[in-house]
């Protein structure tokens, strides 16, 4: 009786650590570098080369500011979200100033800023905010913006850089509707 006990003790040890196989942990995602105070995508820690690594982190933002005919007709990054700075966030939260009478100006300082637009209803002030747009002139822009306001925000640069796997292609023919006339 004693074999027989013992035999079942051994075995019941054998099948424990046999079930007790652990699953390889999953390393951890690298800490978000540090912002840099320049707005150029030339000097920032997260790019379009690297910005794989970055999304769908729940403490990551990428944001997309192209328009939404860009986003349909050149393709997205899956994992992105659209705010449109032309259709949606200019005039509503920030009209660009201009110089000597001509064009809307990319310098941030004769931009007037709608301090009652909602503001972090669209940007996460709890996360590291990536933005990108064509070419890295809308990001550059809004990320002095959002930096004056304590946002973490990296300018990643422009679509175009975007050599990674998530990039979900556009038709090349989308056309967004003119406005009706009144």
């Known amino acids: 009786m004693k074999k027989l006990t013992l035999g079942l003790v051994i075995l019941g040890a ?19 570098p540090a912002p840099v105070t320049s707005a150029a995508a030339k000097d920032s820690a997260i790019t379009m080369e690297n910005l794989d690594q970055y ?4 403490d990551v933002q990428v944001v997309d500011l192209r328009n939404l005919e860009d986003r349909f007709n050149s393709g997205y990054i899956n994992g992105t ?3 449109p700075f032309f259709q949606f966030l200019e005039t509503r939260y920030v009209t ?3 110089v000597d009478g001509k064009a809307a100006s990319w310098d941030v300082s004769l931009a007037t800023v709608n301090t009652n637009f909602p503001i972090k209803n669209y940007f996460n002030p709890n996360k590291a905010i990536v933005l990108f747009c064509a070419s890295g002139t809308r990001a550059a822009f809004m990320k002095t913006l959002l930096d004056q306001q304590g946002y973490k925000t990296f300018n990643a640069g422009g679509f175009k850089d975007y050599k990674g796997t998530a990039k979900v292609l556009g038709d090349g023919e989308y056309k967004l509707p003119a406005p009706a006339a009144h």
Do not use: D, F, Q
């Not at 099948?15 to 690298?30: H, R």
């Not at 999304?55 to 729940?58: D, I, Q, V």
């Open 14 to 32: 054998l099948l424990t650590v046999g079930c007790a196989t652990t699953s390889p942990a999953t390393p951890a995602p690298a800490a978000v």
């Open 55 to 58: 999304l769908g982190r729940a």
């Open 81 to 83: 979200e659209l705010i």
């Open 96 to 98: 660009r100033g201009s």
